[in-house]
């Protein structure tokens, strides 16, 4: 295990502050060198992340990446509008006059903030679905600027397509190779319009993604039941885009609600410290969220969103911070016991590493559970569709169904996962941490761990395609081995690494895409000594595998 950092979840530093002049002043003045991989356009299912100080989020990666959607909503066909968002990290308001260039001298007609604001990661994809419900041609997509709950030194560029949700490797692919080619050529396939000329074209167009958004919110969570109950609520929007939505939020809906902490600054300076020392607006851990844990005890139900509001941290009274894991498991008991118009049908969607405590909520329920890959863009067409009533990630990403069993958001909505704890304890009286300290009564209490360990690049090439056979486990921490997977059960996709399940725990391992460690997800449901058994006879497993 990582050793955690003396100033985790203590007030930063001054000196640890990021230096935002240099920062943007890099990311204009620097230019990438492509022939440097650590450099070039990196587009995956999160978008293309990195820092101008390390050549690796400048203007010209914008530039191109932006080129390259032009050119592949050409090649598609898509001629509607692209609706554009930022969050509040320092690269997004300087990335965002990159793209918007761009996109005007490309002729797209891009929808900005009217009041030149923030807008979170699951208003744009709710943007995007409610244009395009009806409609087969003219389709709209979106491009949203956020390294999500990343450091302050970080920048973040995604690209959503008409479905709504996040782009599928099909769709990246093209786009990264796109955008590389013209960083290689100098750029000199970019077409490009002066910021000021481009605001005053006819297709940069100031729309309001504030009100239907929020105008929405009362058909997937049940305010009013929120309001009539008096749930007092404690909300930090953690610096990010959410900030300004939550007072039109409070006020239309009547919520008994206090913002805890208003405050915009790049330098996050308002943040405690994560587990290594950086700052890091992540809502699911207990060192960045230790200023609200500190006022659990103010509020009937508190929760945070990180920086571009798509993942959610839920704080109650009686248990604290909630682990995502469990929140996510009692968010679906509830969901699937208090939604009478969802289909009976409606699938649980969940990833290969989240807690199996969900697999037996699922069993409870008596509802089909698909078990995907890492990445919510698995659950974009379930949810679409309604055949997903939920779909939730171990990192505290989910989004589900409207009342009605129509879709909300194709991406991970942090918002509506917060407004729902309020609404659980309005309609049983118990906050989350208690109903899920009932499920684990009855269903057992799971012990859920992930740990990081080192890997070569070699090693880790070897754990992304081993096989079951390859691994060969038998039995774990004293149970016989009921299953080894290298495949998703829910779509038969590989998942880059490997899961072994026994009736009492299980094990997945994968490697790490940006660091040289390989992550093993690991969980008992007997005790905490027989989850570092299955841990240690996890590695001991993969060390003959990476020696064979």
């Known amino acids: 295990m990582a050793e955690v950092d003396p100033a985790a979840g203590k007030p930063v530093a001054p000196n640890a502050l990021a230096n935002i002049p240099r920062l943007v002043t890099a990311y204009f003045a620097n230019r990438p060198d492509p022939a440097d991989p650590a450099q070039r356009v990196a587009f995956g299912t999160s978008g293309h992340r990195g820092t101008s100080l390390k050549n690796s989020f400048n203007e010209g990666h914008i530039l191109a990446t932006t080129q390259a959607i032009c050119d592949y909503r050409r090649e598609k066909g898509l001629t509607g509008p692209l609706f554009i968002g930022i969050d509040t990290h320092a690269l997004a308001e300087p990335a965002l006059v990159s793209a918007i260039e761009v996109f005007a001298a490309n002729g797209v007609d891009v929808m900005v903030d009217q009041a030149g604001g923030y807008t979170p990661t699951p208003v744009i994809s709710h943007a995007i679905l409610s244009y395009n419900k009806g409609r087969t041609s003219g389709l709209a997509d979106g491009v949203v600027i956020t390294p999500s709950h990343n450091p302050p030194e970080d920048g973040g560029y995604k690209y959503n397509?008409?479905?709504?949700?996040?782009?599928?490797?099909?769709?990246?692919g093209v786009v990264e190779k796109r955008a590389n080619a013209l960083l290689a050529d100098g750029l000199k396939g970019v077409a490009r319009m002066d910021y000021a000329k481009a605001r005053k074209s006819s297709s940069v167009h100031a729309f309001d993604f504030v009100t239907p958004y929020v105008a929405d919110l009362g058909n997937v969570v049940d305010l009013a039941l929120v309001k009539s109950a008096g749930v007092n609520i404690g909300i930090d929007p953690l610096g990010g885009a959410a900030v300004h939505y939550w007072h039109p939020i409070i006020e239309r809906y009547g919520l008994k609600a206090t913002v805890v902490n208003e405050a915009i600054d790049p330098t996050f300076r308002f943040m405690t410290v994560d587990w290594d020392g950086k700052i890091r607006m992540d809502c699911s851990s207990p060192y960045a969220m230790a200023s609200l844990i500190r006022m659990k005890d103010r509020f009937d139900v508190a929760f945070a969103n990180d920086t571009d509001a798509d993942r959610h941290g839920i704080v109650t009274p009686t248990g604290g911070l909630m682990n995502p894991n469990h929140y996510l498991a009692t968010a679906i008991a509830y969901l699937f016991a208090h939604r009478p118009h969802w289909g009976r049908d409606?699938?649980?969607?969940?990833?290969?590493?989240?807690?199996?405590?969900?697999?037996?909520v699922a069993k409870k329920l008596g509802r089909k559970l698909v078990e995907t890959p890492v990445g919510f863009k698995w659950f974009v067409d379930g949810l679409v569709t309604g055949s997903f009533g939920f779909g939730g990630e171990e990192s505290a990403g989910a989004s589900f169904l409207k009342r009605d069993g129509t879709v909300w958001t194709t991406d991970k909505d942090g918002i509506i996962l917060g407004l729902l704890a309020a609404e659980i304890?309005?309609?049983?009286?118990?906050?989350?941490?208690?109903?899920?300290?009932?499920?684990?009564?009855?269903?057992?209490?799971?012990?859920?761990?992930?740990?990081?360990?080192?890997?070569?690049?070699?090693?880790?090439?070897?754990?992304?395609?081993?096989?079951?056979?390859?691994?060969?486990?038998?039995?774990?921490?004293?149970?016989?081995?009921?299953?080894?997977?290298?495949?998703?059960?829910?779509?038969?996709?590989?998942?880059?690494?490997?899961?072994?399940?026994?009736?009492?725990?299980?094990?997945?391992?994968?490697?790490?895409?940006?660091?040289?460690?390989?992550?093993?997800?690991?969980?008992?449901?007997?005790?905490?000594?027989?989850?570092?058994?299955?841990?240690?006879?996890?590695?001991?497993?993969?060390?003959?595998v990476f020696g064979a």
């Open 161 to 172: 397509p008409p479905h709504g949700g996040p782009a599928d490797t099909d769709v990246t």
């Open 346 to 360: 409606a699938a649980i969607g969940k990833t290969v590493v989240s807690s199996s405590v969900i697999d037996r």
């Open 425 to 544: 304890l309005a309609k049983t009286g118990r906050d989350p941490s208690q109903l899920f300290a009932d499920l684990t009564a009855e269903l057992g209490v799971p012990h859920y761990e992930r740990i990081d360990v080192a890997a070569t690049a070699a090693q880790k090439n070897v754990l992304k395609s081993v096989t079951p056979e390859q691994l060969g486990l038998k039995d774990l921490a004293g149970d016989p081995v009921r299953t080894t997977l290298s495949k998703a059960p829910g779509n038969g996709q590989p998942f880059g690494g490997i899961k072994v399940e026994t009736d009492f725990g299980w094990f997945a391992a994968r490697p790490s895409g940006t660091e040289d460690v390989y992550k093993i997800y690991a969980e008992s449901f007997r005790s905490t000594d027989h989850l570092h058994r299955i841990q240690q006879e996890a590695q001991a497993g993969l060390r003959k």
